[in-house]
Nanobody
Framework: VQLQASGGGLVQAGGSLRLSCAAS????????MGWFRQVPGKEREFIAA????????LHADSVKGRFSISRDNAKNTVYLQMNSLKPEDTGVYYC????????????????WGQGTLVTVSS
């Protein structure tokens, strides 16, 4: 399974971005997908996760009401819509996939994309 994250960039505080994560290969291994964020010197932080059908989603408290995860299985793509961005949302965003569970820990995921940088200026 290969995961390709895209959509990062520079945005002003209060702005919006939509990240995409395209899966290829054995996409059946990505029933559960998640987004994580990492800043230098800190551990990778859970942001959001979604089940295959999209019926079950999880969002970190820090992004609830501002970020929304969704997926289009026909396109093998997961999205993270980020609104009302804050400078503290700055970081490298990674998408991850796993065949077995909807998780909030990095250890719950088997497959990882390469990351896309989001920078929010104040």
């Amino acid at each position: 399974v290969q995961l390709q994250a895209s959509g990062g960039g520079l945005v002003q505080a209060g702005g919006s971005l939509r990240l995409s994560c395209a899966a290829s290969g054995r996409t059946s291994r990505t029933y559960f997908m998640g987004w994580f964020r990492q800043v230098p010197g800190k551990e990778r932080e859970f942001i959001a996760a979604i089940s295959w059908t999209g019926d079950n989603t999880l969002h970190a408290d820090s992004v609830k009401g501002r970020f929304s995860i969704s997926r289009d299985n026909a396109k093998n793509t997961v999205y993270l819509q980020m609104n009302s961005l804050k400078p503290e949302d700055t970081g490298v965003y990674y998408c991850a996939g796993d065949p077995l569970r909807l998780g909030t820990q990095t250890t719950h995921y088997t497959y990882w994309g390469q990351g896309t940088l989001v920078t929010v200026s104040s």
